[in-house]
């Protein structure tokens, strides 16, 4: 499942406000995505994100196997809060890229992007482990600060590498969800502001049912049927 929310302009007591929307895609077995839900809520906090996990567990949605995420600590919160400690939580390497780059001055941004893609993008797990201690022995020196980014994501940012090989690319990030965000904001941008509230999911819905957005298959499908890897006893621990 990938979680992740967004921004739309509405109409909110005769005002131009922008509202957060929350959204969650599912993938079947055969590795075709699904919208499961989308509410426009007040935010994305611990609270806002319960309630909208809460809907999902009331419509009789399954603790998922795997989840994605942008890095927001009130989604993660809710999403233990629901399902507990051991549920398999992915941090968008895109997203703490960024955060990195945040942390760094300008002119080591291009260093630090080459080391963050070499270890993100290592061929195995045990490489990708051995790339992220030489990444903090490497930024603790150079850069406090990214070295203590990095280490604040802690496993989750690298829970893709208990999945098949082939799954690595897309469960690396909220790409998935980020495109749909994006699609739908290009459908909708010509109104400028949506008129209420209410009505911001149904558009979506309406692209969605009418083939006009579409959602291909993820990257790695064949091979969902094989078990997630369990965490090491050190870091299950």
Not at 45 to 71: C, H, M, N, Y
Not at 120 to 143: G, H, S
Not at 207 to 214: E, F, H, M, N, T
């Amino acid at each position: 499942m990938i979680l992740d929310g967004t921004v739309i302009k509405t109409r909110l007591d005769r005002k131009a406000t922008n509202i957060s929307v929350l959204a969650a895609i599912g993938v079947w077995r055969d590795g075709q995505k699904v919208l499961l839900s989308i509410m426009n809520m007040g935010g994305e906090s611990t609270a806002a994100w319960r309630q909208f996990l809460e809907d999902l567990d009331a419509q009789g949605l399954r603790k998922p196997e795997f989840v994605i995420v942008d890095g927001a600590p009130g989604l993660e919160a809710a999403l233990m809060a629901l399902w507990g400690d051991d549920l398999p939580i992915q941090r968008c390497t895109v997203h703490k890229h960024r955060n990195l780059l945040a942390n760094a001055p300008k002119h080591m941004h291009e260093e630090l992007g080459e080391d963050y893609r070499d270890m993100i993008y290592a061929d195995t797990a045990v490489e990708v482990e051995n790339r992220r201690r030489a990444f903090l022995r490497k930024w603790r020196l150079k850069c406090r600060a990214v070295a203590d980014s990095l280490e604040e994501a802690g496993e989750r940012l690298f829970s893709f590498t208990r999945l098949d090989p082939a799954q690595w690319k897309a469960a690396r990030t909220t790409n998935a969800i980020e495109l749909l965000n994006e699609e739908f904001r290009r459908r909708i941008k010509t109104q400028t502001v949506l008129p209420r509230a209410e009505t911001v999911p149904m558009p979506l819905w309406a692209l969605l049912a009418s083939g006009q957005i579409s959602m291909r298959k993820i990257d790695g499908w064949l091979t969902l049927d094989k078990p997630i890897e369990p965490l090491p006893l050190d870091l299950a621990a």
